[in-house]
C-alpha cells in the first residue's frame, strides 16, 4: 500500500491540496496531503503512519491565525475541525469540547445555555485548539480566564493538564514551545448569567468588529501583539504606514493591525515583506520590538 491508501483507512485524504484553501488569508502553496482523522483512534493511527513514513506534518485548525508559505510543502497537514468537534455541557457550567469545535459556534451555544465567560471568543473565528494554543483573547479576556484544563496527546498518552501547569500569558502557552503535543479537548469553566444580556453584549460587540475591522477582506485577524506602551494599530499609523501596501498585501485601510489580501492575490511573501517593513520601522524610530500574532508556517 501507498502512504495515501494507508492514510485513507483512517481519515479523509486530500492530496496535492492548496492551503490557499484553507487559511483565511487565502494564500498558501499545496501540501502533499490534507487529512481529517475521523476520531482519536483514526488520529493516532494517523500519527504513527506519517512517522513510520518519516514524513513532516503539521496539525492546524481553521486557518484563521495563519500564513503559510507559497513553496510546496512535501509533508501533511492534519485537520480536527471535521470530526473531533463535540461539545458537551455539565449542569454546573462546564464545557467539555473537543480540539475541532469553531470557538464562535461554541460561544453561542454557550449564551443560549444562559452562560458566560465566552463572549469576548464571540468574533474570533477559529477552532478550540487553535484557540488554546495560542492563548486567543479579546475584550481584556482570553482562554487562560476560563480554563480548567486541557486533554493533550504527549508521546501516546493522553493526559489531562492543569491550566496553572501551562504558563499562559499574553497570546502564549506552553503548547508553543511543544510542537509535538497535541491538543485534543478542554474543559472550560463558564458561569451561569442573563441569556438576553449575554446575546445583547454579543451582538454589540459583532457590530463593533464589522465596523472596525476589514472582515469583508481575506486577513489573519491583528497580525502585532500590542507592545506595553502603545496599542499596535496605533503605533502602524504613527509609521504612516495605514493603507501602505506590497504586491497584493496592503495594511488595512480600516484597521491598520490588520494586513489585508487586498485583491485575492497577494502570496506569503508579500505579507511577510510588509510585516518585516513595519517591524523595521517601529525597531528604527521608536527601539520597539513587534511581535506577530499570527503564525508563519514554513515560510522562509
Known amino acids: 500500500m501507498n502512504i495515501k491508501e494507508k492514510l485513507s483507512i483512517y481519515a479523509d485524504v486530500l492530496e496535492n491540496e492548496p492551503m490557499s484553501k484553507h487559511t483565511t488569508y487565502r494564500i498558501g502553496g499545496c501540501v502533499r496531503f490534507y487529512i481529517y482523522p475521523k476520531n482519536l483512534i483514526s488520529l493516532m493511527r494517523v500519527l504513527h503512519i506519517l512517522k513510520e513514513e518519516k514524513m513532516a506534518y503539521e496539525i492546524m485548525g481553521r486557518g484563521s491565525n495563519v500564513l503559510w508559505s507559497d513553496n510546496f510543502f512535501e509533508g501533511a497537514v492534519i485537520n480536527l475541525d471535521r470530526y473531533m468537534n463535540e461539545s458537551y455541557i455539565e449542569p454546573d457550567g462546564t464545557i467539555v469540547c473537543q480540539a475541532g469545535c469553531s470557538i464562535i459556534n461554541l460561544a453561542v451555544e454557550a449564551a443560549n445555555h444562559s452562560l458566560t465567560g465566552l463572549e469576548f471568543a464571540t468574533g474570533i473565528p477559529g477552532s478550540i485548539g487553535g484557540g488554546i494554543y495560542m492563548n486567543a483573547g479579546a475584550y481584556k479576556s482570553d ?121 485575492g492575490q497577494a502570496s506569503a511573501k508579500d505579507v511577510r515583506e510588509l510585516i518585516a517593513l513595519i517591524q523595521s520601522l517601529a525597531k528604527e524610530k521608536y527601539d520597539l520590538d513587534l511581535i506577530t500574532e499570527v503564525e508563519h508556517f514554513h515560510c522562509e
Open 143 to 263: 482562554f487562560s480566564n476560563i480554563l480548567d484544563s486541557v486533554m493533550v496527546l504527549v508521546d501516546d498518552q493522553i493526559v489531562w493538564m492543569k491550566k496553572d501547569d501551562l504558563m499562559f500569558g499574553y497570546r502564549k502557552s506552553s503548547f508553543q514551545s511543544h510542537p509535538n503535543w497535541v491538543i485534543l479537548a478542554a474543559r472550560l469553566k463558564c458561569k451561569k448569567g442573563n441569556k438576553e444580556e449575554i446575546l445583547s453584549l454579543m451582538d454589540s460587540r459583532r457590530e463593533r468588529r464589522l465596523a472596525s475591522q476589514p472582515l469583508d477582506k481575506p486577513c489573519a485577524g491583528s497580525v502585532f501583539r500590542n507592545p506595553e506602551s502603545i496599542p499596535a494599530w496605533k503605533l502602524v499609523d504613527e509609521l504612516g504606514l495605514r493603507g501602505y501596501q506590497i504586491g497584493g498585501a496592503q495594511v488595512s485601510l480600516k484597521h491598520s493591525n490588520f494586513i489585508i489580501n487586498a485583491n
